[in-house]
């Protein structure tokens, strides 16, 4: 599924694959260019449990949205809609942000994740919820190790299971020439930071920069679901200097048809 549009400064891609080794796809993707909110969530309890979970969830937050609250109480609706229609093992990571022109909030709960792009770096921006990162900030885990841990998919927090939830979040800019990316724990686990870096800055358009990132991820594996969305300026940078990284700028140009 592939949904590509043009926001007012904003312009998105995203796309979802079920991977290669799971016919079911418990992911979903949240495009609401109207309230500048897009959402990734990667549902967990199996077919009928973590699809309805992560679908549940972004309704929730798109409708509490659209009330006027902001995203991290948003974030808590979505939870709690999640919890009153639980099944056993059912539960939803969540990325989300929402844009105010080209001002963001962002909010996370679990180990999906956004990264800010530019021609030159991937910055994380999201902390998972997550044993192995709790490992890590506490100095007992190599960031290396994590990669391969046998409780590297072990998350602390995740919508659906608690009601205290404890929700990650951030503001910033989003600058001309840097692209927001939002995906599910099915990206990252296939490719590593330099690698989702380098098929973003071989992408000529953000509908390509998706397409690729699944790709990949597919290619090296495809053990998960895998979902991503790609915001960034639909105008280019002031400058009247040509740009350092030309593969990196065309993406600021028109979708191909």
């Known amino acids: ?26 992911d979903s993707l949240l495009c609401c260019p109207a309230l500048g909110l897009w959402a990734v969530a990667d549902g967990m309890g199996g077919h009928q449990c973590g699809e309805v979970a992560s679908a549940l969830a972004l309704q929730a937050l798109e409708q509490a949205v659209g009330r006027g609250e902001r995203l991290e109480a948003a974030v808590h609706s979505a939870n709690r809609a999640v919890l009153e229609a639980a099944q056993d093992g059912m539960g939803t990571t969540i990325v989300a942000v929402r844009f105010e022109g080209i001002d ?10 956004a990264y800010r792009v530019t021609a030159d770096s991937i910055v994380p921006l ?16 190599d960031p290396a190790e994590a990669q391969t841990h046998r409780w590297r998919n072990v998350i602390l927090q995740c919508l ?35 690698q989702i870096h380098a098929q973003c800055t071989a992408a ?26 790609v915001l ?20 600021l140009k028109p979708f191909k048809s």
Do not use: Y
Not at 1 to 26: K, Y
Not at 104 to 111: Q, R
Not at 165 to 189: I, P, R, Y
């Open 126 to 141: 999201s902390r998972d919820h997550s044993w192995v990162q709790t490992m890590i900030d506490a100095g007992e885990l």
């Open 1 to 26: 599924m592939l949904r590509i549009a043009s926001s007012s400064l904003l312009d998105f891609a995203g796309l979802t694959s079920p991977g290669q080794m799971r016919e079911h796809n418990e």
């Open 232 to 251: 960034g300026h639909s105008l280019p940078p002031p400058s009247a200097e040509p740009p350092r990284n030309g593969l990196f700028h065309k993406l």
């Open 160 to 194: 659906g299971r608690d009601q205290a939830l404890d929700v990650g979040v951030l503001s910033g800019t989003l600058q001309a020439g840097e692209v927001l990316l939002l995906c599910s724990d099915g990206l990252t686990g296939e490719l590593s930071e330099a």
């Open 204 to 229: 000529e358009t953000l509908e390509d920069m998706v397409e690729q990132l699944i790709g990949q991820a597919n290619a090296h594996g495809g053990r998960d679901n895998i979902s991503c969305i």
């Open 104 to 113: 963001f909030e962002l909010a996370w709960v679990g180990d999906s994740r």
